[in-house]
C-alpha cells in the first residue's frame, strides 16, 4: 500500500485477556518500529526490527508485551494478560534502510487505540 | 540518553500572524531532529528534519526551524500561520551515533483562531 497500515483501528478489551496489534509497513521499508503513546503524551519508543530480525526491545515495559516481524514484512505486537495501564495508543513506523545509517524520516500509522476495561 | 523538551503545551495565535513552537533537545553527540504534525485520531506526519548543512531547514505546508547548536533548540516556524495549522505538533530527536529510536517531546497543542 502507499502507506503504513494498522489494524484493527480501535481495540476494546477485558482486564486479563490478550490481544493483537499488526503492523503492515511500506513495502520494502528494512526498518520498522513499535511505539505507545499514551493520552496528552508524546510516542515512547517500544521496539525496533530491522528486517525479520528484532535489535531492540529495551522500551517493552513487561514480558506481558511481545512483538514479532517473522518474515520482515508485517508484524504483530501481542500483549498478555491485558491490565489497564496498557490503554493507549499503539504506534507503527517503518523508514526505508537500516536504521543505523539513515537519516530518513519514519513513516507512521494511524494507531490502534486499545481500552482495557 | 536523548531528551527532548517542549516548554508550551499550548500555543494560540491568531491566523496571519507568525508561530513558533519551540523544542530544546539534549543528546551526546550531533543529533538528527525532527518535527511531526498529528492530527485527532490520526498517525503523525513528517514535516522537517535536520540532519547537517544549514541551520535553517524548510519543509511542508511552509514551515522552517532553525537549529540552533549553542542553544540547542530546535524551533519550529511558519510566517503566516493558517487555521488549518492547528494540530498537535511533536519534535524529536535521535543521537545516530547511539540509538536507533525517535525520542519525543510531549508535544505542543497550536491553535490557530480565525
Known amino acids: 500500500g502507499a502507506g503504513v497500515s494498522q489494524s484493527p483501528r480501535y481495540k476494546v478489551a477485558k482486564r486479563g485477556q490478550d490481544v493483537a496489534l499488526r503492523c503492515d509497513p511500506i513495502s520494502g521499508h528494512v526498518s520498522l518500529f513499535w511505539y505507545q503513546q499514551a493520552l496528552g503524551q508524546g510516542p515512547e519508543f517500544l521496539t525496533y526490527?530491522?528486517?525479520?530480525?528484532?535489535?531492540?526491545k529495551s522500551g517493552l515495559p513487561s514480558d506481558r508485551f511481545f512483538a514479532e516481524r517473522p518474515e520482515g514484512s508485517v508484524s504483530t505486537l501481542k500483549i498478555q494478560r491485558t491490565q489497564q495501564e496498557d490503554s493507549a495508543v499503539y504506534l507503527c513506523?517503518?523508514?526505508?534502510?537500516?536504521?543505523?545509517?539513515?537519516?530518513?524520516?519514519?513513516?507512521f500509522g494511524d494507531g490502534t487505540r486499545l481500552s482495557i476495561l | 540518553a536523548q531528551s527532548v523538551a517542549q516548554p508550551e503545551d499550548q500555543v494560540n495565535v491568531a491566523e496571519g500572524n507568525p508561530l513558533t513552537v519551540k523544542c530544546t533537545y539534549s543528546?551526546?553527540?550531533?543529533?538528527?531532529l525532527f518535527w511531526y504534525v498529528q492530527y485527532p485520531n490520526r498517525g503523525l506526519q513528517f514535516l522537517l528534519k535536520y540532519i547537517t548543512g544549514d541551520n535553517l531547514v524548510k519543509g511542508s505546508y511552509g514551515f522552517e526551524a532553525e537549529f540552533n547548536k549553542s542553544q540547542t533548540s530546535f524551533h519550529l516556524k511558519k510566517p503566516s500561520a493558517l487555521v488549518s495549522d492547528s494540530a498537535l505538533y511533536f519534535c524529536?530527536?535521535?543521537?545516530?551515533?547511539?540509538?536507533?529510536?525517535?525520542?519525543f517531546g510531549s508535544g505542543t497543542q497550536l491553535t490557530v483562531l480565525p
Open positions: 513506523a517503518s523508514s526505508p534502510l537500516n536504521e543505523q545509517f539513515s537519516n530518513q524520516p519514519q513513516h
Open positions: 543528546v551526546s553527540g550531533n543529533p538528527y
Open positions: 524529536a530527536v535521535r543521537d545516530p551515533g547511539s540509538a536507533r529510536q525517535l525520542t
Open positions: 526490527f530491522q528486517n525479520e530480525a528484532q535489535l531492540d
